[in-house]
């Protein structure tokens, strides 16, 4: 079982920036790789940013690319979302997700087995 629990959403102005953390227990966290997915009113939930269990990999969605940074912290437990110059159709609930069944990057939201709450992003023009 792993646990998550995301924070750090909230209401920016478009062009500000947001970090979300997510707060992984229950299983070595080190050993497995996480993503950041997000849903908008009325879509699909969407992929974002992938990274290994390392840090040393990643992998981000065309949408996002040079504007978001994953990264992860295994002393901590706990992996980030750095999102920079928002966008208002960035606006989403952000989920991060748990793949435990492998430690290289999966875009694939059917791969992850474990799922946060979500922390709500709104941007305003």
């Known amino acids: 079982q792993v646990q998550l629990v995301e924070s750090g959403g909230g209401l920016v102005q478009a062009g500000g920036s947001l970090r979300l953390s997510c707060a992984a227990s229950g299983r070595t966290f080190s050993r497995y790789a996480m993503g950041w997915f997000r849903q908008a009113p009325g879509k699909e939930r969407e992929f974002v940013a992938a990274i290994d269990w390392s840090g040393g990999n990643t992998y981000y969605a065309d949408s996002v690319k040079g504007r978001f940074t994953i990264s992860r912290n295994n002393a901590k437990n706990t992996v980030y979302l750095q999102m920079n110059s928002l966008k208002p159709e960035d606006t989403a609930v952000y989920y991060c997700?748990?793949?435990?069944?492998?430690?290289?990057?999966?875009?694939?939201?059917?791969?992850?087995?474990?799922w946060g709450q979500g922390t709500q992003v709104t941007v305003f023009s």
């Open positions: 997700a748990a793949d435990v069944d492998r430690s290289s990057i999966s875009w694939y939201r059917g791969n992850y087995d474990y």
